[in-house]
């Protein structure tokens, strides 16, 4: 079901494809995640080529990182405490749950468009693909909640500083003052408030500070990466739906 969506997505959306870049973020994401109980997922990662600053993860172990977000990391840790936190998503079936409830909500759609043509038309087929992209794009503050608390687990585990967590969140609310619309669509589909960064940093606090000390906070990999990033042609415009 997760492959059958990640298909649709990459068609949809514009992935970066260079090869490089590719290999950081999957060799990055692979390191935290087949560290936790779905090891045994074949877990992909990708790059979307977008300025906005956002990331989702779909079922089976498909995971999205925006262009913008990564632009926003300035360590390696903020970016793999973004990573870790959608791998808990799917960790804690989150999505799944999600899908589930989508599909009873929209079976009503789904049986009109198989047995009547009304889905020919582009402007229904866009309405039915922003409704499927929804059901990846919000869960409830229990479920981010939740993710974090993962999430935090996930990095430690993979030897990577937890701390990223209260750092990128505390970034994104400082640029939301600044220039709101740059991070609309995080604050949209991620409730952050000051209560997160607390909540995050609350469960860092329980660590031993000497375990703490030993974890990677940055590395010059990763900022090899973000300059190769960076070298890249500016994100393709947003496209309207049709």
């Keep these: 079901m997760g492959q059958s969506y990640a298909q649709q997505i990459n068609a949809?959306?514009?992935?970066?494809?260079?090869?490089?870049?590719?290999?950081?973020?999957?060799?990055?994401?692979?390191?935290?995640?087949?560290?936790?109980s779905r090891g045994d997922l074949d877990w992909h990662f990708y790059i979307v080529d977008s300025p906005e600053v956002n990331a989702f993860a779909v079922p089976g172990g498909f995971v999205y990182i925006n262009r913008g977000l990564i632009e926003r990391s300035d360590r390696l840790d903020e970016l793999a405490g973004a990573?870790?936190?959608?791998?808990?998503?799917?960790?804690?079936?989150?999505?799944?749950?999600?899908?589930?409830?989508?599909?009873?909500?929209?079976?009503g759609v789904t049986l009109a468009c198989v047995l009547t043509s009304i889905c020919q038309s582009q402007a229904a087929q866009a309405a039915i693909n922003v409704g499927a992209g929804a059901v990846f794009a919000s869960f409830s503050r229990k479920d981010e909640e939740e993710a974090d608390q993962e999430g935090i687990k996930n990095v430690v585990r993979a030897g990577i500083s937890p701390e990223g967590f209260p750092s990128l969140f505390q970034k994104l609310l400082d640029e939301r003052k600044r220039a709101p619309d740059a991070v609309s669509s995080w604050f949209a589909t991620h409730p952050t408030e000051e209560s997160r960064i607390a909540a995050t940093q609350a469960t860092i606090n329980t660590y031993d500070p000497?375990?703490?000390?030993?974890?990677?906070?940055?590395?010059?990999?990763?900022?090899?990466?973000?300059?190769?990033?960076n070298a890249l042609p500016p994100s393709p415009p947003q496209r309207p739906a049709q």
Excluded: C, W
């Design 210 to 229: 000497a375990l703490l000390r030993t974890l990677t906070t940055d590395s010059q990999a990763f900022h090899n990466f973000k300059n190769r990033l």
């Design 83 to 107: 990573m870790g936190h959608e791998i808990g998503h799917v960790v804690k079936r989150h999505s799944v749950k999600q899908m589930e409830q989508q599909q009873k909500a929209n079976i």
């Design 12 to 36: 949809q959306l514009p992935i970066v494809q260079d090869a490089e870049l590719n290999r950081y973020i999957n060799v990055l994401g692979d390191s935290i995640a087949k560290l936790t």
